[in-house]
Every structure is written in structure tokens, then in C-alpha cells.
């Protein structure tokens, strides 16, 4: 005679407690499962312990009583945080490549490319303001402006727009200063993958190699016709898909440019930014700017 199994389901309904209605006044069980409510210290819980929410969600203090103002500052604090990820993962895609370590540096360059569609995105809630809607609490920024943002600042180094004078805003942050002075000294992303095309056998001149790491990047013919023979090359050339990796990344930037463009155009028309900025015109000035610009050039040559 067999051994029943464990999960016979004779032996289940045999041995099954009769269901039927929770006494009035008792608890009732747990549904099968359910969270284990009991983890946690008496002030604070693990996620709490990791995340900081409580922390983030108390860091909104605006400044007018438009409710719009919610979600403008909101929407700028998630930017921040976009920025700050997307800075650590060009940071460590410049240090592998600096190793040559391309699949390092290739993960980190595509998660930056789904964050910098979420950065993107962000922009949506802010997107169809109206100049009415954005006046209602535009005085609460006094002389704050998107310029002033040091971790922004800081991924425009990454990216080779190197500029002494924008640390001139951060000069009283002592923190924020010291960063962004180590960032303009360093080598940009832009720069690493230049000395690994040199170290590759590709002619990349000498004067690019050696430049001031704290000017902003000029493009060069030499490097563009570097670009069009890797290109002219095999296409399973892992620096091909370097070159392409790249693109999206610069591709990214500037939507993330012309979004932001395009925003303050509907928001104030052609007035003069906040903190003294030219609004529109600084915008549109960014905006014709390429993102690694003999990637987009070799093109035509290819």
C-alpha cells in the first residue's frame, strides 16, 4: 500500500481545520504571505535604515501657497538624484577605461542611459506649465537657478565642458567647491576614451593626449578621422560598440537639453532666466552643443 504524499489532497482535507467565521473580537490570521510587520527597532524599520525616507520625503519646504510649487521642487529634487547616480556611473566607466576594462565600462555607460531616460522623464510634470501657472510661485526662487546645481555642473565636466569660472557660484560651499575643483582637474570621460583609442594603435594626436584637462574640450579632424576608421572597420569591433554606447549617451544629453529648452520656452517665454542667467538664449546656446562631437561628424566620412 502506498505512502500517502505530503501533499495529497486527501490527507490535506482530512486533516484541514474546518473554515468557518472568526469569533467576534479575535484577531484574524495572517493570509499566506503576508509581511512579517514585526521586523524592525522600536523607532525605525530596515527600509527606513537603507532608504532614508524619512529623510527625503521631509526635505520639501516651498516657499509660496501655490500647491504647483510642490512639484516643482520635487521634480527638481529627483534630478539632483538622477544626476547623482548618473555622475557615479561615468565616474566608473572613466576608471575602467583607464584599466581598459570595456566591460566595466560598457555596463556602467548603459545604465546610465536608462537613468538618463528617467532623468528625461522627469521633465514631463513641468512640461506644460503655463507662464500664469509658473509666476504663481516663480518668486520663490529668488535668485535660484538650474546653473547653480554643483552635481549638474559636475556632469557637464564628465562630459569635457570644462569652465573655471562655474565653481565662481559654489565658492561659500566648501564641500561643493573642493569636488567640483577636483572634477575640472581631472581627465572628463570624453578624455579616457581618447587615450584608449591611443593605446589601441589609433592616431590620436599627441596634443590631444596631453591638453589641459581643465579646458573645455575642441573638437579635433585627427580624432574625427579616428572615429571614421573604427567605424569604416568591422562592426562586432568592440569599439564600435564603444562608439555607439557613447552616442547614446550623447544622444540622451541632448534631448535632456532640448526638454529642458523647450520647457522654460513655455514656462517664460524669452525672459530673463532666474539667477541672472539669459534663460532661453543660455538654453538654446547649450542646446546646438554636440556631446562628444567627433563621434557625430566621423559619421559623414564613413
Known sequence: MSQPSPIDPVESASTAPAAGPVPAGAAEPDPPFAPDLSIGSSSTTPYEDYVQAGVLTHLQHPLSDDPGEMVFLVTTQVMELWFTVIVH???????????????????????????LEALNAAWKPLARLTPAQFNAYRSALGEGSGFQSAMYRRMEFLLGEKSASMLVPHRGAAREHAELEKALQEPSLWDEVLRLLARRGHAVPEAV??????????????????????????????????????????????????????????????????????????????????????????????
Request: net charge neutral.
Open 89 to 115: 556611473e561615468w565616474h566608473t566607466a572613466a576608471e575602467a577605461l583607464r584599466r581598459d576594462d570595456l566591460t566595466v565600462a560598457m555596463e556602467a555607460l548603459r545604465r546610465s542611459t536608462y537613468e
Open 209 to 302: 593626449l596631453r591638453r589641459d584637462p581643465a579646458l573645455r574640450y575642441e573638437a579635433d579632424p585627427a580624432v574625427e578621422a579616428a572615429w571614421a576608421g573604427i567605424y569604416a572597420g568591422s562592426q562586432e569591433c568592440e569599439l564600435v560598440r564603444l562608439g555607439e554606447a557613447l552616442t547614446d549617451v550623447a544622444e540622451l544629453v541632448w534631448r535632456w537639453r532640448n526638454d529642458h529648452l523647450v520647457a522654460t520656452r513655455r514656462a517664460m517665454g524669452a525672459k530673463m532666466g532666474t539667477g541672472g542667467s539669459a534663460g532661453v538664449a543660455w538654453l538654446e546656446k547649450r542646446a546646438r552643443k554636440n556631446v562628444f562631437p567627433e563621434l557625430w561628424t566621423a559619421r559623414s566620412h564613413v
